[in-house]
Structures are given as structure tokens and as C-alpha cells.
């Protein structure tokens, strides 16, 4: 499964990276501690955030994630926006709350295995 | 769904609450965030986290959390356990992430809490 | 209680308890405890000591956070939801999003603050029993 097709049935609003959503996802990480999510996801993951900071662009291409959601309508701040943009690294935006994102991909991703 | 059937879906060891077991919950928040839980989570929901010292307790007494998963095989710091112990709040632990943790209960019917709390 | 994490919440614990044993509405309880939480929890981050003044009258909640600290220089920007100066052992500890003065005034019905630099804070909080109940 790819980016793209979570876009669409999830509504996400991609505010960076629209050129990388063809990416493959192999699963999901979700944490606020960039700490614990440099530690233990892995590639090719999509993060589940509500963190804005500009080091989570760091901490996403480090990590080779897929991309990032954020969640509660949490927009990416001015300078993390700029640093994803140069760094094409896929930011996507839900309105929801991360339990509800995490519950309707985790249906997406065990439907499509 | 009961904290028992929830248990079984986890894998979970129960720390604190073994007697609280028949407790039925429908929502859930997943956050390690303590200010986020402070202002989305509703009363009754299950909280999720990978956070494990005390103001975690206190975050969920606050709000009248009904139960706490800690997640990735985290488990209380000695202050976490006294104080949950105290306050009664039940503590699952499980050794799945946060991710598989919230999946897995939202196919079984859990929702998240989406009103704000504070909104008037 | 600046600086000492050990036993932040726990002024707002005991606020709840004797909330409780007013009998006041559930709704109304949570909110005061968030209240008292969020500012206990900035004290003990940011500042050296304070306190919390709890005043109760039928149908409405007062509680004050005082401290003496560092202030706040620009309130208007701490007030923007995401500025936060928190520093590492903070966010470890779940806190530094943000939020919590939002939180603060979200769920009071009357918020009032204040700050010198290099003197402390003074945070003024109202819940009415009345509005909470009708909201409940
Ligand atoms: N009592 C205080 N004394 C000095 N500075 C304060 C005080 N309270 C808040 N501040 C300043 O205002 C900022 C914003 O506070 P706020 O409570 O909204 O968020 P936070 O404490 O950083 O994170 P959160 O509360 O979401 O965990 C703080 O980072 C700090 O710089
Ligand atoms: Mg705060």
C-alpha cells in the first residue's frame, strides 16, 4: 500500500512531499518522543504525531519513514514545513485524533497485508 | 469492551486492577503527551502511552481515565506504581507498540475521544 | 514546590478530593483539577516556589497559582498555542507541548494573568458550578 491511497481514504491534506506519495508503507509508529521514535521505528514506516517541531523532519528522513500525519489538525510549523519541502519528505494532516488515524489505517494495512 | 477481553487482545499483564477487570470501556486516547490527554481525552476512556513515570497517574486521575496501557513492554517506575496503586487506577502493560495497541482495539469497536473537552 | 518533580499533582490530587467531598458535579471537579494541574505542573517547571489557592463559594470555583520565578517576558506569546521553552527533562516527562495555558483558559470560565520578569507569575482562574453543569 502506498501514501497515496491513505491520502484519499483518510482525507489526510499533504502539505509536503507530494511527489513522494507513491512510497511504500511497511507499517506504523506512533509516539510524541522523538527519542523513542528514533529508537524503534523503523523504515519505511509512517509516523502518527501530534509533534510540530522542526526535528521531526530530522528524525523522519534519518529513520527513512514513509511520512509523517499529524493528528488533532495539528499544523506543521513555518520552519518544519520549509525544512520537509527541501528535504521531500511527506507531511500529511488529519483532523482526527491519533487513535481514530492509527484504528482506520491499521484496517487499510491489514486488508491490503 | 471489559478490561478482561482486552487482556487477551494485548497480551497484557495486569499490575494494578486485577479486581477491575469487569470494567467496560468504548474510547480511548494515544498520546505521550500529557498536555494533549489534558485536553482531548473524555472521562472513562482507556488511556495509551508510552510514558511511564508518575505524572502519567496523575494525568489520568485528573481526567478519571479509566485505565492506563502502557505500551513497547514499558513498565512503571517504583513512585508510578505506588501512586496508581493509591489512586486505583488499573495499569495494563503489553509489549506491543502503541500502534498495534490502538489498531487492534479500534477493529474491536473502541473509538477515539473526538470532542474537546474544554470547548463550550 | 519549584524544580521538585517528585511530587507535582499532587496539590491538584487533594483539590480534587476535597472537591469531591463538597459533592460538587463531576464535570465541574475535572475541570478545576486541570486547571490546578496544568499550573501546578508550570510552577514546578518554571518556576522557583509557589502555591495554589483553592476558594470555593456555592456556584462558583476560585483558584490562584502564585509563584515567585523567572516570568513570563511576552504572555502573549506564551499564550499561542505550541511556544514552549520546556527543557529536556520536561519533555521526558510528557510535558513542553504547548498547551497547558491554553488548556488553562479553555476550561476556566474566567482567566486572568500576569507576569513580571525576574519576579513570577499570578494565574487567576474562575469555574462556575452553574455553566459546567449544564454542560454535562
Ligand atoms: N509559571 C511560569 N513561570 C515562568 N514561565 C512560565 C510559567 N508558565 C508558563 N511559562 C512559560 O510559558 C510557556 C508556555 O506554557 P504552557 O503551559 O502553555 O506550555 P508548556 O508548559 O511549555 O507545555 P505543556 O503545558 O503543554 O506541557 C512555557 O514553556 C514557559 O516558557
Ligand atoms: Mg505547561
Same mark, same amino acid.
Given at each position: 500500500m502506498d501514501l497515496e491511497s491513505i491520502v484519499k481514504a483518510l482525507n489526510l491534506k499533504v502539505?509536503? &512531499?507530494?511527489? !513522494?506519495? !507513491?512510497a511504500e508503507i511497511r507499517g506504523g509508529y506512533t509516539g510524541d518522543l522523538l527519542s523513542d521514535v528514533m529508537a524503534n521505528s523503523k523504515e519505511g514506516d509512517v509516523w502518527i504525531t501530534r509533534q510540530v517541531h522542526q526535528n521531526i523532519v530530522a528524525v523522519a528522513s534519518l529513520k527513512e519513514h514513509a511520512g509523517i500525519i499529524l493528528v488533532h489538525g495539528n499544523e506543521p510549523a513555518k520552519d518544519t514545513l520549509e525544512k520537509a519541502v527541501k528535504g521531500g519528505v511527506p507531511i500529511m494532516v488529519s483532523d482526527l485524533p491519533g487513535f481514530e488515524v492509527i484504528g482506520r489505517l491499521y484496517a487499510l494495512m491489514s486488508k491490503t497485508g | 469492551m471489559t478490561l478482561h477481553e482486552i487482556r487477551k487482545l494485548l497480551d497484557a499483564e495486569v499490575l494494578i486492577g486485577e479486581d477491575q477487570l469487569d470494567m467496560e470501556v468504548k474510547t480511548a486516547f494515544v498520546a505521550d503527551l500529557m498536555s494533549d490527554v489534558l485536553a482531548f481525552a473524555t472521562a472513562g476512556s482507556l488511556l495509551i502511552t508510552g510514558l511511564t513515570n508518575p505524572q502519567v497517574v496523575r494525568t489520568a486521575d485528573v481526567l478519571d481515565i479509566a485505565a492506563i496501557i502502557m505500551g513497547r513492554g514499558k513498565r512503571p517506575s517504583q513512585e508510578t506504581f505506588q501512586l496508581a496503586e493509591e489512586v486505583n487506577i488499573p495499569i495494563l502493560t503489553t509489549k506491543y507498540i502503541l500502534f498495534e495497541i490502538a489498531g487492534r482495539l479500534y477493529a474491536k469497536g473502541i473509538r477515539g475521544c473526538i470532542e474537546k473537552v474544554g470547548s463550550k | 514546590m519549584g524544580g521538585n518533580f517528585d511530587n507535582a499533582g499532587e496539590v491538584s490530587s487533594n483539590i480534587k478530593t476535597v472537591l469531591k467531598q463538597i459533592g460538587l458535579p463531576k464535570d465541574v471537579i475535572r475541570k478545576a483539577a486541570l486547571v490546578a494541574y496544568e499550573s501546578e505542573i508550570n510552577i514546578v517547571s518554571y518556576a522557583r516556589k509557589g502555591m495554589i489557592r483553592l476558594r470555593v463559594v456555592p456556584e462558583s470555583i476560585m483558584i490562584e497559582a502564585i509563584d515567585e520565578g523567572q &516570568?513570563?517576558?511576552d504572555i502573549e506569546q506564551a499564550m499561542q498555542p505550541g511556544f514552549s521553552t520546556a527543557n529536556q527533562k520536561i519533555r521526558e516527562m510528557g510535558? $513542553?507541548? $504547548?498547551m497547558g495555558l491554553c488548556n488553562i483558559k479553555s476550561f476556566s470560565d474566567v482567566f486572568h494573568i500576569s507576569s513580571e520578569v525576574g519576579k513570577g507569575t499570578h494565574l487567576r482562574m474562575i469555574i462556575r458550578a452553574s455553566s459546567a453543569v449544564l454542560n454535562s
Open positions: 502539505r509536503s &512531499g507530494e511527489d !513522494k506519495l !507513491k | - | &516570568g513570563i517576558p510535558f $513542553g507541548a $504547548g
